[in-house]
């Protein structure tokens, strides 16, 4: 009666996992659009671009990444700031910038290469499409918009971690525009709001005044 | 036939139609959601509360789909069998006294859709016709994969048959020595099996008072070789060789739309009807107290029926429950177990069983 022992030791597993489950155990699953999991803090769903808290693009057009990617499917074209109106802080912003989402294998290489943290990697991975161009994401795709988000399909989510955004790119506050000699003294963007309160980048004559300084001093 | 009794044949027949309808319905809803429970899952839940109504969902969606007819199609057997799978399953209920006979305006109506003297054996040669559908359906679609299930069903089919009626063999030989006589009829087993052991036995009566007079009891080695065949007959996991969507997918594979759902309706249909002549032959059909009297009419009347339903819905979870347990077995297992423990179990309890009988009926055989 071997056979009859292991059956009834295999029916009372199923039976106490049915019994278990009526009586509210956990699930193993979710109703999936209703209700989301929450995804690893270092989840690789699709990019954004992001800004400076002040609304400058931090991509800086230096196809760093497009180099890293693995995949090719990164297109980015720079172009020199207008010096009136920029848009991002320094000589040079992404003017064109592409990914292919069909090709991209989300290596997050191009995270790791980008100098300004302006490629991230969020939390959204529901990109399906009726069309093979609609996979091609374009700036406007990408770009964060001033609510610090993007178009998809759960306007609620939250994308990104928002504190680390706000607080890690210190290292990152480039001069002002262009190095064009007119407009020296002038500040065009406010430096990165981080703990305390941060006052803007000196200006060349104030950074001359204080080299000046310390040497009499010394 | 006068028009009364004419009327009285056709409300047997629909009600006992309409109620395989029903309960297929909650039976496929059922099946589902018992596995999700048994995997730690939700089921369906959409469709109406508690996603009961998933298989309407589930109908409408294949009654509307387009049903493909392949280039290389044996057309006429192809068209066919779909409907050989469904008749044999509905016409096995057919014969199952699913409540208890109850009259109006002096007419006598059985709940049941033919009370043959021959039950017994229609139900066997009705089962044995539902394999000719999936043979004919693997056959007929002109593609290798169903053609494997369609044989397998052969093998399967002629194994677990054998042990099947063997078994049956034993319950009706036990039943003969119930009451007056042998009989096949169905209604007449579920008869002799009311009341409880201890009205037979009169020497064990106060703890046998609360045993229901069951064949299940005396039986109880027919009851578990029957079970296990009629799970094979209706190719249920795990015995669902015929259809292993894993390895070949299954006979109708080449199968869409409202035919493939013929198909499904058959199987759930079976896994119904076997459930209830399981329920009739070993757990005492429609009997049970009634509390007449204490009552209303009304109540002791439906009471037979609600016995009924639950003794074959504790089967069908027995069959659902079974299916999340066992992983399939592997084709010469399924052999094994069907030709070298079945058939030879079931040979050696009907000897045992037959000796019983003829000794207590006959006494020794020396004595005469």
Known sequence: MGILSELIKGLRVTGGIMIRTIA????????????????????????????????????????LCAGACPAQCIYVRGEDNDPDNPKSPGERFGYVYEINMLRCIFCGLCVEACPTEAITMTHLFEFSTTNREDAIYTKETLLM??????????????????????SADGWVRATAPSGVAAYQGIEMWQGTPGPGDWSPEPTQEERDRLSRDRTSDG | MSWPEFWIVVLRVVATFALLLLVTLINVWA???????????????????????????????????????????????????????????????????????????????????ADLNIGLLFIL??????????VLAGWSSGSKYPLLG??????????YEA?????????????????????????????????????????????????????????IVAFVIFFTAIVAETNRAPFDLVEAEQEIVGFHTEYSGMRFAMFFLAE???????????????????????????????????????????KTYLLVFL???????LPRLRYDQLMQLGWKRLIPGALAWLVLSTAVISFRQFGPPWSS
């Open chain 1, 24 to 63: 509210g155990n956990e699930l193993v699953t979710t109703e999936y659009p209703k209700e989301m999991r929450v995804k690893p803090q270092r989840f690789h769903g699709r990019h954004v671009l992001n800004r400076y808290p002040d609304g400058m693009e931090k991509c800086i057009g230096c196809e």
């Open chain 2, 163 to 219: 042990a099947m009626g063997l078994a049956m063999v034993a319950v009706v030989m036990f039943s003969a020595t119930q009451g007056d006589g042998g009989t096949l009829s169905l209604s007449e087993i579920v008869e002799r099996q009311a009341g409880t052991w201890g009205d037979i036995i009169p020497a064990l009566e106060p703890v046998l008072r609360f045993v229901p007079r069951w064949n299940l009891f005396p039986q």
């Open chain 1, 145 to 166: 918009d001033r609510r610090g988000s993007v178009p998809h399909m759960f306007p609620d989510d939250e994308l990104v971690d928002l504190d680390e955004l706000d």
């Open chain 2, 268 to 310: 759930y249909v079976n896994i119904f009807s076997m459930s209830a002549i399981a329920a009739t032959l070993f757990l005492g059909g429609w009997n049970g107290p009634t509390f007449e009297g204490s009552v209303p009419a009304i109540v002791s009347g439906i009471l037979p029926t609600v016995w009924f339903l639950a």
């Open chain 2, 150 to 159: 369609g044989v397998r069903a052969t093998a399967q089919a002629i194994s």
């Open chain 2, 319 to 325: 069959f659902i429950w079974v299916r999340a347990t």
């Open chain 2, 125 to 134: 040669a009705m089962s044995s016709l539902a394999v000719y559908a999936v």
């Open chain 2, 31 to 113: 099946e589902r959601k018992i596995l999700a429970d048994m995997q730690n899952r939700l089921g369906p839940r959409r469709a109406g509360p508690w996603g009961i109504l998933q298989t309407v969902a589930d109908g409408l969606k294949l009654f509307f789909k387009e049903a493909v007819i392949p280039r290389r199609v044996e057309i006429g057997m192809y068209l066919l069998a779909p409907f050989l799978a469904v008749v044999p399953a509905f016409l096995i209920f057919m014969v199952v006294p699913w409540g208890r006979p109850f009259t109006i305006g002096g007419n006598e109506v059985a709940l049941q859709g």
